[in-house]
């Protein structure tokens, strides 16, 4: 399902964009989230119990994910569109795994964030990719 490139793409620590299904008259708003894709292809992210697209999640449980190499380099983007389902389990792992990733966990502030993260229960948004579109120039 996935090209070489993208494999490339998507194995830098760079934001993905994860859009839910809107709730009444509002228009999808797709927020930056932290992500990793797991061995079987799929698409990994968390969230905190708590947030918003949680709930949109459990009322369609589909989602796209878009992930785009950064300004400055060749134009390259990775868009995914797939089912997803939510775990309680492997959340903070997860969590701490991205965290080491993507900040320099060394700053105490950061990891007392992550260690707030991890105590108050995390959720593991999986997104199984069904269609993949990509661009590469």
Do not use: C
């Amino acid at each position: 399902m996935f090209h070489e490139e993208d494999l490339a793409l998507l194995a830098r620590p760079l934001h993905a964009f994860l859009t839910v299904a809107p709730r009444g008259d509002r228009w999808p708003a797709p927020r930056p989230v932290w992500f990793e894709l797991a061995d079987d292809g799929d698409l990994q992210m968390f969230s905190l119990p708590g947030a918003p697209k949680l709930d949109r999640l459990r009322e369609r449980p589909r989602a796209s994910v878009v992930v785009a190499a950064p300004p400055g380099e060749p134009e390259h983007w990775v868009a995914v569109e797939g089912s997803v389902t939510l775990h309680d389990e492997g959340g903070a792992e997860l969590a701490a795994r991205l965290a080491g990733r993507y900040w320099d966990m060394s700053d105490p502030g950061r990891r007392k964030l992550v260690d707030e993260w991890l105590g108050g229960g995390v959720v593991r948004i999986v997104v199984h990719p069904e269609v993949v579109n990509r661009y590469a120039a």
